[in-house]
């Protein structure tokens, strides 16, 4: 099937940078869009960032102008560039694969898929 392997998260002091990274692996024919959610406690999952295939993107209002989102379509990889960070951005960041088309059995399947999630700890 398809799995989302995650990377870069950690600890990092207000201000600083960090970069997210996930990788989708499988026999992946073509990925709609991928993008980046977080989820802090107590609260819901909420969208970060989002790129198309054709490289559209749209950002949620709290990380706009601090946060880029690319991908690499031939590796299905995307990235998020985290500048500025505040202690708020504090949360687990999961990356997403949305209508995600991949070939097994003889058949092509679609569906979406989740990374396990990397910790993102801003400090004050």
């Known amino acids: 099937q398809v799995q989302l392997v995650e990377s870069g998260g950690g600890l990092v002091q207000a201000g600083g940078s960090l970069r997210l990274s996930c990788a989708a692996s499988g026999s992946i024919f073509s990925i709609n869009a991928m993008g980046w959610y977080r989820q802090a406690p107590g609260k819901q999952r909420e969208l970060v960032a989002r790129i198309t295939s054709g490289g559209s993107t749209n950002y949620s209002d709290s990380v706009k102008g601090r946060f880029t989102i690319s991908r690499d379509n031939a590796n299905n990889t995307v990235y998020l560039q985290m500048n500025s960070l505040k202690p708020e951005d504090t949360a687990v960041y999961y990356c997403?694969?949305?209508?995600?088309?991949?070939?097994?059995?003889?058949?092509?399947?679609?569906?979406?898929?989740w990374g396990q999630g990397t910790q993102v700890t801003v400090s004050s």
């Open positions: 997403n694969a949305d209508r995600t088309t991949y070939y097994r059995g003889g058949s092509y399947w679609t569906g979406d898929y």
